[in-house]
């Protein structure tokens, strides 16, 4: 890692896989942004968490379909913590819905969350770590981006465009010292997923061969590992986590 203590930006970590993301990079001497759209409720109390480790931690509110209110979060971080070394694209958005009939507002927000969220994040941050020579960016995707899936056609294609977006930019900025990963996770139990019929989920479960669902926690773990400077021949990398679903 860089000298200077390392900042990490995490979206969308009020919550789920991007709470447990911003508590593990916590737990390994990360100061943490926790980024949030609308539940300030679960940000302050995932920074209470991550002080309670001994970070430095703030709640940053953000959107990361509005490029202004990107640019006011890493303002904040940058003044309140310091530039952002670390960035880990969570924030996502999914509804599911067959194709013949599904609503392009709906496509829209999913495209705009999920994938132009992502990358207007990733260009926000490179300045700072092309100028460190010293970076690392973790997109959250999905194992739908690899396999597909019934009614999630908006879902997987704006995964599949994280993936490829990702090993783009692990092409382009690689030979500065920044590392760019994407990592798939299977099915995970969050607030996000708690809408899913009970009759997917159990398809789901008899296709999963270790029988049992993911947690956040082991999403996270991975994620904290791409973020360190062990992980620095890793690039351009995805990293599926789905207990062998895709397999």
Same mark, same amino acid.
Do not use: H
């Given at each position: 890692?860089?000298?200077?203590?390392?900042?990490?930006?995490?979206?969308?970590?009020?919550?789920?896989?991007?709470?447990?993301?911003?508590?593990?990079?916590?737990?390994?001497?990360?100061?943490?942004?926790?980024?949030?759209?609308?539940?300030?409720?679960?940000?302050?109390?995932?920074?209470?968490?991550?002080? @309670?480790?001994?970070?430095?931690?703030?709640?940053?509110?953000?959107?990361?379909?509005?490029?202004? %209110?990107?640019?006011?979060?890493?303002?904040?971080?940058?003044?309140? !913590?310091?530039?952002?070394?670390?960035?880990?694209?969570?924030?996502?958005?999914?509804?599911?819905?067959?194709?013949?009939?599904?609503?392009?507002?709906?496509?829209?927000?999913? !495209? %705009?969350?999920?994938?132009?969220?992502?990358? !207007?994040?990733?260009?926000?941050?490179?300045?700072?770590? !092309?100028?460190?020579?010293?970076?690392?960016?973790?997109?959250?995707? %999905?194992?739908?981006?690899?396999?597909?899936?019934?009614?999630?056609?908006?879902?997987?294609?704006?995964?599949?465009?994280?993936?490829?977006?990702?090993?783009?930019? @692990?092409? /382009?900025?690689?030979?500065?010292?920044?590392?760019?990963?994407?990592?798939?996770?299977?099915?995970?139990?969050?607030?996000?997923?708690?809408?899913?019929?009970?009759?997917?989920?159990?398809?789901?479960?008899?296709?999963?061969?270790?029988?049992?669902?993911?947690?956040?926690?082991?999403?996270?773990?991975?994620?904290?590992?791409?973020?360190? %400077? /062990?992980?620095?021949?890793?690039?351009?990398?995805?990293?599926?986590?789905?207990?062998?679903?895709?397999?």
């Amino acid at each position: 890692m860089p000298e200077e203590r390392t900042v990490a930006l995490v979206t969308g970590a009020a919550k789920g896989i991007g709470r447990a993301s911003a508590l593990a990079l916590a737990r390994a001497g990360f100061a943490v942004s926790v980024g949030y759209r609308s539940d300030a409720d679960g940000a302050e109390e995932a920074v209470a968490k991550a002080r @309670a480790e001994g970070a430095e931690a703030i709640p940053v509110p953000m959107d990361v379909r509005d490029e202004a %209110s990107i640019e006011d979060a890493f303002g904040r971080t940058e003044a309140e !913590l310091g530039p952002v070394r670390v960035l880990v694209n969570n924030a996502g958005f999914t509804k599911d819905g067959l194709a013949i009939r599904y609503p392009m507002p709906t496509w829209d927000a999913t !495209l %705009s969350t999920n994938l132009t969220g992502a990358f !207007l994040c990733v260009r926000r941050a490179l300045p700072a770590m !092309l100028k460190a020579r010293w970076g690392r960016i973790v997109n959250v995707a %999905s194992v739908a981006a690899l396999m597909g899936n019934p009614g999630q056609a908006a879902y997987a294609a704006s995964k599949a465009g994280m993936v490829g977006m990702t090993k783009s930019l @692990a092409r /382009e900025v690689g030979g500065r010292g920044i590392t760019v990963n994407a990592v798939c996770p299977g099915f995970v139990e969050t607030a996000m997923t708690s809408g899913t019929p009970e009759d997917l989920k159990r398809r789901y479960l008899e296709m999963t061969p270790m029988r049992r669902f993911g947690t956040p926690e082991e999403i996270a773990a991975v994620i904290a590992f791409l973020a360190r %400077s /062990e992980a620095s021949y890793v690039n351009g990398a995805v990293i599926v986590v789905d207990g062998g679903l895709s397999a």
